[in-house]
């Protein structure tokens, strides 16, 4: 059954109490009395959905007690005539600024109480509904909302894992590589390392610095079609052998074409770039100065310098002095001059870098 609406009779006079109340359950509703207004503010606990309220009451009068309703939340909402033989317009300006909605004057009248008490709870029903639909809405848009922050921290997860996948497979391919030739996972690490040291120096952004870290390894990709005889030769290479060499730079870059990955793309430029020189005499292409992309003359220096001081079939490991000297001969023909100053001031943190990650001797 439909709930009965139920509402709260406020009046000091008993004979209109009773009144008041055989008349609005003739009209089917459920009543509360209370004498005065403190006993009122106790009963709006019952679910009390429309007030009939006295003005003139000892103690507490009707004003009061429309106030001090008006201040609780949970009540703040509930419909309030005024039951008043006052009459005057100031009275009735008092009434509504305090918060009343609408006033019967005494002697009361079956037919205004059955309007007035209608429209306004039919006016209460609908902002219950809509207060009941807001808080459903809410509650929806909670759950919502938590399942799409799990679905999001599962997607996330899902991102980070393929991103580890991904440069755990760049990472191995490039291992595979490197034990083609004589290097080594310290080779790697440490020219990497050298590489975004200097993509710093040159104030590139962090998500340029952190691409040049993971993409340099891929430099010599191109060596895993490069036949390992020439590779571990431990003598100087014949022409034919040294132009083989000279392709890996082109099957790195074949290795890499076409990718989606931005990684893979950052690494096909180094692959194919890292062996051009600053005056033009470097391979495949011959490019110049800054024809050549930044990333690949990064990788020229950190390439070499670590070859340099890394044990080879064909060399010992130089020290780092021995190396710089023969690269200073270099500085503006076959690498950028401002990169190798730039590389040379920051000697301190190469050296970190080397003993974080030793030096094959």
């Given amino acids: 059954m439909e709930k009965k609406n139920r509402i709260l009779i406020v009046d000091d006079n008993d004979s209109i109490r009773q009144l008041l109340q055989a008349m609005l359950e003739k009209l089917g509703y459920e009543t509360e009395t209370a004498s005065d207004g403190f006993e009122a503010l106790s009963k709006l606990v019952f679910d009390i959905d429309l007030i009939l309220l006295d003005i003139l009451m000892p103690g507490m009068d009707g004003l009061e007690v429309v106030h001090a309703i008006r201040k609780q939340e949970d009540y703040k909402d509930i419909p309030i005539i005024m039951v008043t033989g006052l009459s005057s317009r100031e009275d009735r300006i008092r009434a509504v600024e305090v918060g009343a909605n609408d006033f019967i004057s005494k002697p009361i009248d079956m037919t205004e109480i059955k309007v007035r008490t209608s429209s306004l709870l039919k006016m209460k029903k ?14 929806i848009v909670q759950r919502r909302t938590l399942a799409l922050r799990a679905s999001m921290r599962d997607v996330v997860k899902a991102q980070r894992q393929l991103q580890d996948a991904h440069m755990e497979t760049i990472h191995r391919l490039v291992v595979a590589a490197e034990f083609k030739d004589t290097g080594t996972a310290s080779h790697i690490k440490r020219m990497s390392l050298f590489s975004a040291m200097l993509a ?23 060596k895993i079609g490069t036949p390992e005889e020439i590779l571990l030769k431990p003598g100087r290479l014949n022409q034919l052998e040294w132009n083989l060499i000279q392709q890996h730079p082109v099957m790195g870059s074949q290795i890499l074409i076409n990718s989606n990955s931005i990684l893979l793309q950052t690494g096909e430029i180094i692959a194919i770039t890292h062996h051009e020189k600053w005056d033009g005499t470097g391979y495949p292409f011959g490019l110049k100065e800054k024809e050549i992309p930044l990333s690949g003359r990064i990788c020229a220096i950190a390439d070499v ?21 023969i690269m200073e001969k270099g500085a503006g023909t076959h690498f950028d001059p401002q990169l190798f100053a730039l590389f040379t001031d920051n000697m301190k943190e190469v050296e970190n870098i080397q003993k974080q990650y030793i030096t094959a001797a």
């Fill in 200 to 222: 710093t120096l040159m104030n590139l952004s962090s998500g340029e610095v952190d691409m040049i870290l993971h993409a340099s390894p891929l430099h010599d990709i191109g």
């Fill in 126 to 139: 609908a902002q219950d509904d809509l207060k009941r639909h807001r808080k459903e809405l809410e509650t």
């Fill in 305 to 325: 310098f670590d070859a340099l001081t890394s044990v080879r079939p064909y060399k010992r490991a130089y020290s780092n002095a021995k190396s710089l000297e």
